[in-house]
């Protein structure tokens, strides 16, 4: 027998842990027993309607017939002579209801009833709860991708990252956290929602990162007014998360300083961005004509006295001070590999002695 007060528990239990409408949850369990009683008591083919009344704590299950002078399918039709002296009641086409609540809920099937009813309730509610939270956090972002979000952290268990946004819980992947983030229940942190789909037939995607290189210019726009209004462009973003960013900037109007800018007086704009990324550092490159100009700006923070063209199309040799080989390398060749995939040069560095500086 089912159990409708221990059903009735079990979805207010669910709903404030999972922040699910009742109602939803409601409907989940009467397709689940919808189910079960067409699997095993009646037809696939059936109409059949199910209504919990938690109120009353009773169950009623509804099978559903078209009347017709002649039956095609016993499953969905009933004819005039079955419904005997209350076919004067109908006209063709009319929807009889049958109520077979009581055949099931208290004949020699009720108790195998109630099993399965209650095992087919559990399994489509874990899959149901899935997909309602999959749909609910599409529902959330939907409208925000390409944006950044400032959510704090609810739970850390492992490698899992769970993010509080509006009393909704989103998970941070693995795949798209920066290992050098601290990830504490409390602490907030920009989330870039890099991805959101909705597909037919499959379940929405909601993807959100740390460690997209468009996290950076995203955060840049929350602190810096003239991007969202156009008067400075971000084009172009390199990045080893968590490590260092080498942005290309430029303005379609002379007057205005893009690097400027970006930067901000003593700094202030550049360092509450860096802030948000945990001092993950940033090179900011004046988006020039001259591509050799763009090359030495982007191997900063070396001093390049001079670039250029090398054996194939698309290669240079920059050239440095004596010395400052580690600096325009970087660690693990980090800087030098950045500074290429920003500019589209494959970029070898030969050092200078002080006195072929000026040559």
Request: aromatic fraction near 6%.
């Amino acid at each position: 027998m089912l159990d409708l007060k221990k059903i009735e528990a079990a979805i207010n239990m669910i709903s404030a842990e999972k922040n699910i409408p009742k109602e939803r949850l409601i409907e989940i369990i009467e397709a689940a027993i919808k189910t079960a009683y067409k699997k095993d008591y009646g037809s696939k083919d059936e109409n059949v309607v199910v209504n919990l009344d938690f109120d009353n704590n009773k169950i009623e299950i509804i099978v559903e017939k078209e009347v017709v002078k002649e039956v095609e399918d016993p499953a969905t039709q009933v004819s005039f002579e079955e419904l005997w002296e209350d076919a004067d009641d109908f006209e063709e086409g009319d929807i009889v209801e049958f109520d077979v609540t009581d055949e099931v809920m208290k004949g020699d099937w009720a108790e195998s009833f109630g099993r399965i009813a209650s095992q087919a309730a559990r399994q489509v509610i874990i899959q149901k709860i899935g997909e309602t939270e999959k749909e609910k956090i599409y529902e959330l972002f939907k409208d925000k991708e390409g944006q950044v979000i400032n959510m704090k952290v609810d739970l850390v268990e492992g490698s899992k990252v769970i993010f509080d946004y509006n009393g909704n819980k989103v998970v941070l992947p693995k795949s798209e956290q920066v290992a050098r983030d601290e990830y504490k229940a409390g602490n907030r942190y920009y989330i870039y929602v890099a991805e959101v789909s909705k597909e037919e037939n499959k379940a929405p995607k909601v993807t959100l990162s740390r460690k997209r290189p468009e996290l950076v210019p995203a955060i840049f726009r929350e602190f810096v007014p003239e991007i969202e209004d156009w008067l400075v462009n971000i084009d172009k973003v390199v990045r080893q998360p968590g490590v260092k960013t080498k942005m290309l900037v430029s303005s379609d109007m002379p007057e205005i300083d893009p690097v400027g800018t970006l930067i901000g007086q003593k700094g202030m704009r550049v360092k509450s961005v860096m802030e948000e990324l945990n001092w993950e550092k940033i090179d900011i490159i004046p988006n020039v004509e001259d591509a050799a100009e763009v090359i030495k700006k982007a191997l900063t923070p070396a001093n390049v006295v001079k670039v250029k063209p090398w054996k194939t199309p698309n290669s240079v040799i920059a050239y440095i001070p004596e010395g400052e080989r580690a600096k325009a390398v970087g660690k693990w060749g980090l800087n030098v590999n950045l500074a290429s995939k920003l500019t589209g040069f494959k970029i070898s560095i030969e050092e200078l002695k002080k006195e072929e500086e000026n040559k």
